[in-house]
């Protein structure tokens, strides 16, 4: 069964204090991997999509990575608009029966606090 | 400006009663989803389509169904059998090849 895990729960950061968040996955087959942001009521809005290992991709302060078993939000030099909750979800392969076919599995997400 | 519309924002439910949530979007999009959020847990996946008039089960469609008469609309409804109904819920759509979502901006659900 496909898996996602994202660490840490909740991070505290202080304008300006880089950092990385953690998105752990198991999968039959990779067919992507996506960065969602959501602010707090709202719906969750693309950031990146990850596709093979050794990936790299950026926008504005965020950098996301990917390896065979992970990939890595890393935030730089923060500012309390980056404050939200990252979402982390994985795409496996298609398979033969309809059951798979692009669904996302996503992880609980990290929820980020930056403070001026 | 090309995009998903849900409706309403806010929704309250009596006990024993059904509710319809409204999902449409002007993408063009096949696929079309939805996702109930709990607070510290991810989302998870109730209903999906592919196409008009199909649609598949997800991860917990207990007490919840769902129609796809058009393209553009997938509506949820949200059943009495639906014990713990109080949620956000989510609609999101994407072209067929599955290359990622576009989510609409939520309904919360609140059982009165």
């Known amino acids: 069964e496909d898996q996602v895990t994202q660490s840490p729960e909740a991070l505290r950061l202080q304008e300006g204090e880089s950092s990385s968040l953690n998105c752990s996955y198991t999968v039959s087959g990779l067919r992507g991997l996506f960065w969602y942001r959501q602010d707090p009521g709202k719906g969750p809005e693309f950031l990146f999509t990850?596709?093979?290992a050794g990936e790299e991709k950026e926008k504005e302060r965020l950098k996301a990575t990917l390896t065979k078993k992970e990939s890595f939000l890393h935030i730089t030099a923060p500012k309390p608009e980056d404050s939200a909750t990252y979402l982390c979800a994985v795409q496996a392969q298609f398979l033969m029966t309809t059951d798979s076919w692009g669904k996302l599995q996503f992880g609980a997400g990290t929820q980020v606090v930056v403070t001026p | 400006d090309g995009g998903i519309t849900q409706s309403p924002k806010y929704l309250f439910r009596k006990e024993g009663q059904n509710v319809t949530l409204s999902c449409e979007q002007n993408?063009?999009?096949?696929?079309m989803y939805w996702y109930r959020q709990d607070p510290g847990q991810g989302l998870r996946l109730i209903y999906y389509?592919?196409?008009?008039?199909?649609?598949q089960k997800g991860d917990i469609a207990e007490g919840y169904s769902v129609s796809r008469e058009k393209k553009e609309s997938f509506p949820l409804t949200v059943t009495s059998a639906q014990k713990n109904p109080t949620a956000f819920y989510l609609c999101a759509s994407s072209m067929r090849a599955g290359r990622g979502y576009t989510f609409g901006s939520g309904t919360r659900l609140t059982v009165v």
């Open positions: 990850l596709y093979s």
């Open positions: 993408l063009n999009h096949d696929a």
């Open positions: 389509s592919q196409i008009v008039n199909d649609f």
